[in-house]
């Protein structure tokens, strides 16, 4: 674990209360390669570009897919991460689906803490909001030409500084139904994190941004009666009758934001739903919410459909609550009773 001396370290030359959400280079990124039928052990790398075969098969085949975490500096000085090894799991799914090797848990958490711990100092300070952003991204890097998968990936984990999503407090947003676009296939890879998912949902959501709405809603693939997620967020409400509910789908990605909710939810004494939850539910809800890394709650206090408006409480006093009680954690003013918390 790192020493006091290394927490205590954060740089004086970054303005952290203007810090939003996007890219910026930091001293280090972590790299393993696969090769040979094993990982290397990873090394870190100070060059922010990467070099690679033009044939290579993340290029021309998609063999692409990433994760989204966070390390927080806590309440007692120490620096955490949130649940690396459930991003390590979902990363291991996606590199089944694609065809590539796996990545040992234990192996993807030791590359996590020497990455934020070469970066410490660019970990926002306590009481900012802000927190360290980490980017890994699994990539085949093999030449291929034919269809199939490579012989060869990288493993690269970069981090970056990142603000409060919410400055002022949680703000909330239109929604709008998508139509006419899925965001993927009823048995595709909607369940795991490529990169092909998000370029699917760029045109429906600069669509919806056109008319108004910061945030795309898609139906379930198959039918479009069931709604089954965000553009880039888990969907979940609470009931008029103040149970948490969120869809169970095929098509979905498995939000690690959304399963840690759905356990605070539980604790707090509500009942969890992951069910089917159809079209004409949505009146239904009092509250509404996006779920991600990013944001971790994005309330939603309008969704619009072809034929309906539905309105939603615009306080969102239950929203706030899990928002609060996550945001604790996180931070170190709540007791981590599930052992979420990596510390570097």
């Not at 711990?117 to 306590?126: C, M």
């Not at 998968?149 to 981090?159: A, F, K, N, R």
């Not at 004409?280 to 309330?299: K, M, Q, R, Y």
Request: some cysteine; overall charge negative.
């Amino acid at each position: 674990m790192a020493s006091k001396e290394e927490l205590s370290n954060i740089r004086k030359d970054i303005d952290w209360a203007s810090l939003g959400f996007s890219y910026m280079p930091v001293r280090s990124h972590i790299r393993a390669s696969f090769k040979d039928g094993k990982w290397s052990e990873g090394e870190l790398c100070t060059d922010h570009t990467i070099s690679m075969s033009i044939a290579a098969t993340c290029l021309h085949y998609g063999q692409a897919a990433f994760e989204g975490l966070k390390a927080f500096r806590c309440k007692d000085g120490a620096v955490r991460v949130f649940r690396p090894d459930e991003n390590a799991r979902r990363l291991n799914l996606s590199a089944e689906r694609i065809l590539g090797p796996t990545i040992p848990v234990d192996f993807f958490c030791e590359l996590v803490r020497k990455v934020v711990l070469d970066n410490i100092d660019y970990v926002p300070p306590y009481g900012s909001g802000g927190s360290l952003y980490i980017r890994p991204l699994y990539i085949g890097v093999g030449p291929q030409i034919g269809v199939a998968p490579s012989d060869e990936y990288e493993l690269l984990i970069m981090v970056m500084p990142v603000g409060p999503y919410y400055k002022g407090g949680m703000k909330p947003v239109h929604a709008m139904v998508i139509e006419d676009y899925d965001r993927a296939a009823p048995l595709g890879t909607g369940t795991i994190k490529l990169g092909g998912n998000y370029a699917a949902s760029l045109k429906p959501a600069k669509a919806a941004k056109e008319k108004g709405f910061p945030i795309p809603l898609f139906m379930d693939p198959k039918t479009h009666e069931y709604v089954d997620e965000f553009g880039t967020s888990n969907f979940f409400g609470i009931t008029k009758e103040g149970a948490y509910a969120t869809p169970a789908s095929s098509s979905i990605l498995g939000s690690i934001t959304n399963k840690s909710l759905q356990q605070i939810a539980q604790d707090l004494g509500m009942k969890v739903e992951k069910r089917q939850i159809h079209r004409n539910e949505l009146g239904n809800f009092a509250e509404i919410g996006a779920c991600g890394t990013a944001v971790v709650i994005t309330p939603v206090s309008e969704i619009v459909t072809k034929d309906q408006t539905y309105k939603y409480e615009e306080n969102f006093p239950t929203l706030k609550k899990l928002y609060d009680a996550m945001q604790g954690i996180q931070y170190g003013e709540l007791p981590d009773t599930h052992n979420w918390m990596f510390e570097v």
